[in-house]
């Protein structure tokens, strides 16, 4: 039986792709690189466990974002974000001299990206009624 897809499923998948993302770099002193990356840093199992589950994170997101949207897609939303924040930029909502403040918005829409690959089919789905192979139950 599959579950029914809706808006709060797909903020479910964008608030975890927030989590991996954000959790992974961010501006702040607040991430797995910051941490790593600290001169009183001593790597350890700890250290190693919280690397090893960000990756198997990123490895399911960007496969499942590869495997719905493709490269092109991929590409395609890359390009509409850039120009939605060239327009910030041109109506000077976003500063290109603020390199946190766009690094924020950058990620953010790196996570909204991984968010949408990882619901397109079901939302592929919604808008024309079909269904990918490997989706379909025996």
């Known amino acids: 039986m599959a579950t029914e897809f809706n808006m709060g499923s797909f903020f479910a998948r964008w608030l975890f792709a927030i989590a991996l993302v954000f959790g992974t770099y961010n501006p702040s002193d607040y991430s797995y690189v910051s941490w790593v990356m600290a001169q009183s840093a001593d790597f350890g199992p700890v250290m190693a466990l919280i690397?090893?589950?960000?990756?198997?994170?990123?490895?399911?997101?960007?496969?499942?974002?590869?495997?719905?949207?493709?490269?092109?897609?991929?590409?395609?939303?890359?390009?509409?974000?850039?120009?939605?924040?060239?327009?910030?930029?041109?109506?000077?909502?976003?500063?290109?001299?603020?390199?946190?403040?766009?690094?924020?918005?950058?990620?953010?829409?790196?996570?909204?990206?991984?968010?949408?690959g990882m619901s397109?089919?079901?939302?592929?789905r919604r808008l024309t009624g079909q269904f990918d192979v490997d989706e379909k139950d025996g």
């Open 120 to 124: 397109w089919s079901h939302i592929r």
């Open 51 to 116: 690397g090893i589950v960000l990756l198997i994170g990123w490895v399911v997101f960007l496969r499942a974002t590869i495997l719905s949207l493709g490269v092109l897609g991929i590409v395609l939303g890359g390009a509409l974000f850039a120009c939605i924040i060239w327009w910030f930029v041109d109506l000077g909502l976003l500063s290109l001299d603020a390199t946190g403040a766009l690094a924020w918005v950058v990620l953010l829409i790196l996570s909204f990206i991984l968010a949408t």
